[in-house]
């Protein structure tokens, strides 16, 4: 691979994806999506081009014009600014039409088909991050009890469960009691909204959907994440160890061992 088509969505991986392609001496060409890409993208790309969420053709435009090998998807697209910021060309409506739902795997999965379509094959961008997947057992803060185990073994089953259908990925319980689970509004939204109900001492599991795509859909956390849990008090973060992205690690367990939030890989 020479050149990598990146489609760029919202968070720090973009970024760790590029930075990691120009390390391995790959040429970059992005496409960002406005309001939700990270200006500071451009420095670490070739080209970059500013798209609106939908616009399907011009991202295969883009890519083959800049003769890409192969391409990745890195970030997401929030959910709540798609009724301010979705404007779906001709191709992203017809794809839509034939795969009749607009669930994140269905979509996804649709735009991969096309961009497939043209001879560009979507490929998983973690390799190109060094370090970047949770490992087994606890990485930062002190120690679960028996009973905070109890919890998130139980949070990995809700968030499995409700990952049959595409609902979300993570799920809150404090003391054997679900307090919430993420649907359209967001993982911090939903924290958010359990803290309010149970108080402080949440436990935390982030889980991939079963039959996920991993290659561009897997649960990730980063600085934020901590930052978040931190706020509402939360006690336990668990991510599926060899699954969920860890992005910017130092920073991720820093923030989680200042502020005292346990994170564990689950396996």
Excluded: C
Excluded at 46 to 61: N, V
Excluded at 75 to 102: N, T, V, W, Y
Excluded at 153 to 169: C, E, K, M, P, T
Excluded at 241 to 264: H, N, P
Aim: glycine fraction near 10%; avoid cysteine.
């Amino acid at each position: 691979m020479s050149k990598l088509g990146i489609i760029a969505g919202n968070g720090v991986f973009p970024i760790e994806v590029a930075a990691g392609a120009r390390r391995h001496g790959v040429s970059v060409i992005a496409v960002a999506h406005l309001n939700e890409t990270d200006p500071a993208l451009e420095k670490y790309v070739d080209e970059i081009t500013w798209i609106k969420i939908g616009e399907l053709e011009r991202i295969i435009e883009v890519f083959k014009r800049g003769g890409v090998d192969q391409a990745a998807m890195a970030g997401g697209i929030s959910r709540a600014r798609l009724k301010d910021s979705f404007a779906p060309d001709a191709r992203a409506l017809q794809m839509l039409a034939r795969i009749g739902r607009f669930s994140d795997d269905a979509v996804l999965r649709g735009v991969a088909g096309e961009v497939e379509s043209e001879g560009i094959p979507i490929i998983d961008p973690v390799p190109l991050v060094a370090d970047a997947l949770a490992r087994p057992g606890l990485a930062a803060g002190p120690q679960l009890s028996e009973a905070q185990l109890q919890d998130l073994d139980l949070a990995f089953a809700v968030a499995r469960q409700i990952g049959n259908f595409d609902i979300g990925q993570t799920v809150a319980v404090r003391d054997g009691i679900v307090a919430a689970v993420e649907a359209v509004e967001g993982t911090d939204a939903a924290l958010r909204r359990a803290a309010q109900l149970m108080g402080k001492r949440l436990v935390v599991a982030k889980s991939a959907k079963p039959g996920q795509d991993l290659r561009f859909d897997r649960p990730a956390i980063g600085p934020a994440t901590i930052a978040l849990l931190a706020e509402i008090g939360a006690a336990v973060l668990g991510v599926e160890a060899g699954v969920t992205l860890v992005l910017d690690r130092a920073g991720t367990i820093e923030a989680a061992r200042v502020s005292g939030v346990a994170v564990y890989g689950h396996v």
